[in-house]
């Protein structure tokens, strides 16, 4: 069933682009991505929604990675002050948005409709210069789940072990800009790590596998 979404899990986001259009009160809906990744990574998973479920970030890895040049995400991008800045002014834009549509569920959903069409649109720009997951580089609810699991710590990991050769294709592969083969006989407790697995689809060693804690 995990492999099947991941496929297609795109269709969903695409539904949610469309059925607004038609009543905008679907677009409440979004609440759910604003709250699961940040409630799984309170319970130990890390950014796992990010990597799994999150429908949007499915649509970046099935139909803009075809697209992108998937180079290098700028530093800056990736940098803590950023990272913070669009926190806040994500959050302060769509409180004002609620506060003035408050009881209006027409315009509360033209809020959240808004926003992620806006970022979306943002990520798939930038997208076709830099990175296909460029966005989730510096998502709010992702920067969030972030500090979570920098503080918390995580119950899951992807593990690097000893029969690594240090090829550096796992690199290529990870969309969040992280050296698997730096973390050899460890875990890869990179707080950014997505658990998208595609270090360890791309291993020619098998190197790479998901561990509990």
Do not use: Q
């Not at 408050?102 to 997208?127: A, S």
Request: hydrophobic share 40%.
């Amino acid at each position: 069933m995990k492999n099947l979404y991941k496929k297609y899990g795109y269709l969903i986001f695409l539904f949610f682009v469309i059925l607004p259009l038609f009543d905008m009160r679907f677009a409440t809906v979004a609440i759910i991505c604003m709250f699961a990744p940040v409630i799984l990574a309170i319970t130990g998973k890390g950014r796992y929604w990010c990597g799994n479920y999150c429908p949007r970030g499915n649509f970046y890895d099935n139909v803009i990675s075809k697209i992108s040049p998937n180079k290098k995400v700028p530093k800056f991008l990736k940098s803590t002050g950023f990272r913070v800045f669009m926190i806040f002014f994500i959050i302060t834009n769509f409180s004002i948005g609620l506060y003035n549509n408050w009881g209006n569920l027409y315009g509360i959903g033209f809020v959240f409709y808004k926003i992620i069409v806006i970022t979306t649109i943002v990520g798939i720009v930038l997208g076709l210069f830099s990175n296909s997951r460029i966005w989730c580089n510096f998502c709010p609810m992702g920067t969030l789940s972030y500090f979570v699991a920098k503080v918390k710590g995580r119950k899951v990991d992807l593990a690097v072990d000893s029969s690594c050769v240090g090829c550096g294709i796992c690199n290529k592969a990870c969309p969040m800009g992280i050296t698997p083969k730096e973390y050899k006989n460890d875990l890869i407790e990179n707080p950014d790590c997505i658990f998208c697995e595609k270090c360890a689809y791309k291993c020619p060693k098998k190197s790479i596998k998901v561990k509990t804690k």
